[in-house]
C-alpha cells in the first residue's frame, strides 16, 4: 500500500505561481514513478506532469510545458510540482499519483492516488 497526501493549493491570481507537495508513505518511494494530473469541474482527470523513479525523465502536458516544473526527493519521500505564471484554465483540484505495478508510463494508469488539492486561479 501507498499512501500519498497532496498539499499547497490554494487561490491565486493569473500570473501568480504555486508549489505543490505529495508526501507519500507506504513503500520504497524512490523504486517508483511518479505524477501529478487534475481534474477540472466538468471535465475529464488530464495528465499533468510525470518524473522517473531516478528523477533523471520528466515528462509534461504541452499545456504546461515551460510553465510548470516536476521534482522529487527521495530522501523525503515528497515530490513537487512548481507552478509558474498560472492562468485561469489551470484552475483543477490536483492529483498526486504513482504506479507501482511496473515501469510504463504513469499515463498508461496509476495504480494509487491522493485525495487531491484545489487550486484556483482568478483572472
Known amino acids: 500500500q501507498v499512501q500519498l497526501v497532496e498539499s499547497g493549493g490554494g487561490l491565486v491570481q493569473a500570473g501568480g505561481s504555486l508549489r505543490l507537495s505529495c508526501a507519500a508513505s507506504?513503500?520504497?518511494?524512490?523504486?517508483?514513478?511518479m505524477g501529478w494530473f487534475r481534474q477540472a469541474p466538468g471535465k475529464e482527470r488530464e495528465f499533468v506532469a510525470a518524473?522517473?523513479?531516478?528523477?533523471?525523465?520528466?515528462y509534461y502536458a504541452d499545456s504546461v510545458k515551460g510553465r510548470f516544473t516536476i521534482s522529487r526527493d527521495n530522501a523525503k519521500n515528497t515530490v513537487y510540482l512548481q507552478m509558474n505564471s498560472l492562468k485561469p484554465e489551470d484552475t483543477a483540484v490536483y492529483y498526486c499519483?504513482?504506479?507501482?505495478?511496473?515501469?510504463?508510463?504513469?499515463?498508461?494508469?496509476?495504480?494509487?492516488w491522493g485525495q487531491g488539492t484545489q487550486v484556483t486561479v482568478s483572472s
Open positions: 499519483a504513482t504506479r507501482t505495478r511496473d515501469t510504463r508510463s504513469i499515463r498508461l494508469g496509476a495504480d494509487y
Open positions: 507506504g513503500r520504497t518511494f524512490s523504486s517508483y514513478t
Open positions: 518524473m522517473s523513479w531516478s528523477g533523471v525523465s520528466t
